[in-house]
């Protein structure tokens, strides 16, 4: 499974995420590697199997 690149909400960064989710989980939190704030990564499936993702603040800005 391939790593996806997100864009921290807090610093802007790229972040790299491994969408290693069950069936029924689509958000992933995370720490931010750059900042260490808390992320919330929504992953989204798309039909040749690859996921495409965004990241949101932990209160949802
Ligand atoms: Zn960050």
């Known amino acids: 499974m391939d790593d996806l690149e997100v864009i921290c909400p807090y610093c802007g960064q790229p972040v790299m995420v491994t969408p290693d989710i069950g069936p029924d ?5 995370i720490d931010c590697s750059v900042c260490c704030r808390p992320l ?3 992953l989204h499936r798309e039909s040749d ?3 495409t993702g965004w990241a949101q603040s932990e209160h949802g800005e």
């Open 25 to 29: 989980t689509d958000i992933l939190s």
């Open 40 to 42: 919330q990564v929504h």
């Open 49 to 51: 199997g690859s996921y």
